[in-house]
């Protein structure tokens, strides 16, 4: 296994920069660009500062803060170079506070809010400093203040697109499913990216795993083993709570992943068969076909963002490897070949890598590592205290989550690729296999924005 320090990836507008850190000085594979620069001023009270306001200001300011920051395209200053004068509406701005040597900056943030036993109504803003012009205005009104941290993941995102030149939508307003133990049942949760408004999407009582979203961004396919029935088998979950069994001619189904245009890859066995195989369906459980058929277990596959391979757990040639193949099973290829435990492949958005865990001989832990499909070139993602499994990419393939054991118990977090921003986003019960949702489709807008008011 390569013995890589790390990795540090950066992805500014339309480009990826990757940096290895090794031992040696840095090798720079490609140039690092200048880091766009962005001042995110904490919003105001439009008018009067109640209690209402300054509560939802509290929680929007942070939330806001929280996403720019992790989004991993922007540096934004200390505050303690900010000018004093409030910055609540365009004509408060004053260019030339913001150019001054310890500021530069290339945008401004800012806005105001105000809130009543009615409503919150939010006015946010992005000017650049360097042509003046306004690049971002939007104004929300929402009915209550729960659903202010919405409003600000939306507003994040928008800054994102715009300041990446529509490169990237951002990962502020998705979601991340997941298992959380709480008591004698596993069941299936979905929370937001950074661990807000968690909730409980089964309730069978029964032991439930390995989430994965279909590309409508409502649907989630899982592994589940109902607490009335002895066997393995798939299940679909609406993010709404409303979940059933997919009925497939198998004695064992697990490990599902879901393809952009609506197949499932799966380990499954049937009941004349004497190994574990992967089989493809659609949602439905229909047109199933074995695409292994080979000696030994082949489990965990994962979908190219093309449709046109699966990577995939087999141990066919003595320890759990990963595989790749062509999605009809022909082509099949090792691609690691250190040894040790695989585990839980997941291919990156943009198709030119492969996220897994593993295990190294004699070891008792597992770390994430990425693998660059056309060459095999290896990276190690995470190192320290406690064992890392499980990773899974953000839909803009600049982020991870994985479960990991490092604080003690089994929780769920997220980091840049460069091990940048680690962030815990569980922290009650046991909790395992996160699931990023994709892109395909706009996540469910929870608050009543109006997106017509853009200006």
Request: aromatic content about 10%; hydrophobic content about 40%; some cysteine.
């Amino acid at each position: 296994m390569s013995k890589t320090a790390g990795l540090v990836v950066f992805s500014v507008f339309q480009a990826f920069h990757w940096v290895i850190l090794a031992q040696e000085p840095e090798a720079t594979i490609f140039p690092k660009p200048a880091p766009t620069r962005v001042a995110v001023v904490d919003f105001q009270a439009r008018t009067i500062a109640t209690q209402e306001t300054q509560e939802a200001l509290g929680v929007f300011n942070q939330a806001l803060q929280d996403d720019l920051r992790f989004a991993a395209l922007f540096t934004i200053p200390s505050k303690s170079f900010y000018p004093l004068r409030p910055l609540r509406q365009p004509q408060d701005l004053d260019f030339d506070e913001w150019k001054g040597p310890n500021l530069d900056v290339d945008f401004v943030v800012f806005g105001n809010l105000q809130a009543d036993s009615t409503a919150v109504v939010v006015e946010a803003y992005a000017y650049d400093v360097k042509t003046r012009q306004q690049v971002l205005g939007k104004r929300y009104r929402v009915a209550e203040a729960g659903l202010v941290r919405r409003v600000a993941h939306e507003f994040a995102d928008q800054v994102v697109y715009e300041l990446s030149a529509g490169a990237t939508r951002g990962v502020a307003t998705t979601r991340i499913a997941f298992v959380s133990e709480r008591g004698d049942s596993k069941e299936l949760w979905v929370m937001d990216y950074d661990g807000g408004n968690a909730r409980q999407v089964t309730f069978n009582g029964g032991i439930n795993k390995f989430p994965e979203w279909a590309h409508d961004g409502r649907t989630i396919v899982f592994t589940t083993k109902p607490s009335n029935e002895n066997r393995w088998r798939l299940g679909l979950a609406e993010v709404d709570g409303v979940s059933r069994l997919l009925n497939l001619p198998v004695d064992y189904a697990a490990s599902p992943a879901v393809s952009r245009d609506g197949r499932i890859a799966f380990s499954a066995r049937t009941a004349t068969g004497r190994d574990i195989d992967i089989f493809v369906s659609d949602l439905q459980g229909r047109g199933l076909r074995n695409i292994t058929n080979s000696r030994g277990i082949d489990t965990s596959p994962t979908w190219s963002p093309t449709g046109r391979q699966i990577a995939f757990i087999s141990d066919r040639t003595g320890s759990p490897q990963v595989w790749v193949m062509d999605a009809d099973g022909s082509n099949v290829r090792r691609l690691i070949t250190e040894g040790g435990h695989c585990d839980s492949p997941d291919w990156s958005p943009d198709g030119r890598f492969i996220l897994y865990s593993w295990q190294a001989p004699e070891q008792w832990k597992h770390d994430v590592f990425l693998v660059e499909v056309a060459t095999g070139r290896i990276h190690q993602l995470t190192r320290g205290t406690g064992s890392y499994e499980s990773p899974h990419w953000s839909p803009d393939g600049r982020h991870v989550a994985f479960q990991s054991t490092r604080t003690g118990s089994k929780q769920i977090f997220i980091m840049n690729v460069d091990g940048q921003n680690l962030r815990q986003v569980t922290a009650y019960g046991a909790n395992e296999s996160p699931a990023w949702m994709p892109y395909q489709v706009q996540p469910e807008t929870e608050a009543a924005t109006n997106p017509n008011a853009s200006r």
